[in-house]
């Protein structure tokens, strides 16, 4: 059951919100609970008892690390990520490893062609950082498995992140304000969220397809196409962030930012600090500190970088491409990293945004690419004459979709936000506002119903992550 469907805008969500409001505090964690294990259930039911196994084992592990001291209280640490990480490793990257094995070794081993879970790598995250919380004695172990329950299924960010922790909601597991303020924050959030989703990063993906299906390409094209899914992968992602953040709003829960404008960055470095900023913190938190960091001599460093960046590339997903993305920017941020500060601050932004964007762009299509194969092909479309420069089908579709592109440009900047932020305190505005804002919101989900009501192309990028 996606966000962006029918059926969870109209049928599951308001029963959800309906209940929950209606029955008292001490009923409200059960009830979110079975909603959100019956959100799992109505997606993948054979998978529901995988994702129960996963909390059982860290309910268990939680308890027993806390009692323990010593070299026992590091082997259950051990244990629990081991089983922990076993199911997502199996899912996951099983097939990777015997297609690998197959090219390597000259074997035969049959693919077992397994369904990805959805969201087990967003909930096997979850799981592992409250046990290495429980065992570092950042957090108590919690007592109520039900709980515990609730934090890895809870379903707002269950599909697509935030990856939240523990500690974020530890607190609010037991106890949480409601307000009339937060609901209206939460409503417009997650709609926001939705309009991104459904209007922009569905819309811009269409044009993505017509690029792969056409056999007209050029190198324009080529380009074109790097610039529209680098915006659609970015509001999908960041409309799924949205609506996780608002749908906690309003249940009460405060879910961390996952996204702060990283097309703005002049550098690899600040574009990594505002892109997926969850998934980056939990590798840093629980990888790359642990393993000294920058703390240590040079070469160790370069290797920690190389290792946090393989893993976040081989986290996205099974297969090189996302292994040779991770390494990618790895590279680019041990560069960034090697150049003098002096240096670094003496070029103009405007050429360090440059340079961020060109790499971004480059960096997604290998992200995007269909293998090894996949990515040589459209660098070789972006870089080289094999392809005329533009033809009468590029323009086409430039001119069909250059109001799209240049809403998502836009967009993607915090230019609306700060144009919505200076009309809303001003006199006019900030009257205007109390009745305009609701009636823009109700506007936005009425066109989104439309566009799903339609049919439209509606996929869901981060279902194989």
Request: glycine content about 6%; aromatic content about 20%; charged content about 15%.
């Amino acid at each position: 059951m996606l966000f962006s469907s029918i059926i969870f805008l109209f049928v599951f969500l308001p029963v959800v919100i309906a209940g929950y409001y209606i029955l008292p505090f001490k009923a409200k964690n059960l009830w979110l609970l079975l909603s959100s294990l019956f959100f799992y259930f109505y997606g993948e039911p054979k998978y529901l008892v995988l994702m129960i196994s996963v909390i059982t084992a860290s309910y268990i592990f939680g308890l027993i690390t806390e009692k323990t001291k010593g070299a026992a209280r590091k082997a259950v640490l051990a244990l629990s990520l081991v089983v922990t990480l076993s199911a997502l490793l199996f899912f996951k990257y099983t097939d990777f490893f015997l297609t690998a094995a197959n090219s390597f070794f000259g074997t035969d081993f049959s693919l077992l062609g397994l369904a990805l879970p959805i969201g087990i790598s967003f909930y096997t995250f979850q799981a592992i950082s409250y046990n290495i919380d429980v065992y570092r004695g950042d957090v108590p172990a919690q007592k109520n498995p039900l709980k515990l329950a609730l934090y890895i299924s809870l379903f707002p960010q269950l599909v697509a992140g935030p990856i939240v922790r523990y500690s974020d909601i530890e607190k609010a597991l037991n106890e949480r304000q409601h307000s009339i303020e937060n609901f209206s924050f939460g409503v417009r959030r997650f709609v926001t969220g939705l309009a991104k989703k459904v209007l922009l990063a569905n819309s811009l993906g269409s044009l993505c397809e017509i690029f792969r299906d056409t056999d007209e390409k050029s190198t324009l094209f080529f380009w074109i196409y790097a610039v529209a899914y680098s915006l659609q992968v970015y509001f999908d992602f960041s409309g799924y962030s949205d609506m996780a953040i608002g749908l906690g709003k309003i249940f009460g829960f405060e879910f961390m930012e996952n996204f702060r404008y990283p097309y703005i960055s002049t550098s690899v470095t600040e574009f990594w600090r505002r892109w997926h900023i969850s998934l980056g913190s939990w590798f840093r938190d629980y990888v790359y500190i642990p393993m000294g960091g920058n703390r240590v001599k040079t070469p160790r460093f370069f290797f920690n970088i190389l290792t946090v960046w393989f893993l976040t590339g081989f986290w996205h997903g099974a297969d090189w491409t996302f292994i040779i993305w991770g390494l990618y920017f790895a590279a680019l941020l041990l560069i960034e990293k090697s150049i003098p500060k002096k240096i670094k601050d003496k070029v103009p932004s405007v050429f360090g945004h440059i340079y961020l964007i060109f790499a971004v762009l480059v960096g997604f299509v290998i992200f995007n690419g269909s293998g090894v194969d996949g990515v040589l092909y459209d660098l070789k479309g972006m870089f080289t004459p094999v392809y005329p420069l533009c033809t009468d089908i590029t323009l086409y579709y430039l001119k069909s979709y250059a109001v799209l592109l240049v809403l998502g440009i836009f967009g993607a900047t915090p230019a609306a936000k700060i144009l919505a932020e200076k009309f809303t305190k001003s006199k006019v505005g900030s009257k205007l506002a109390v009745v305009a804002e609701p009636l823009f919101v109700l506007a936005v989900l009425v066109t989104v119903t439309a566009y799903l009501v339609d049919g439209s192309y509606n996929p869901f990028l981060y279902f194989r992550f």
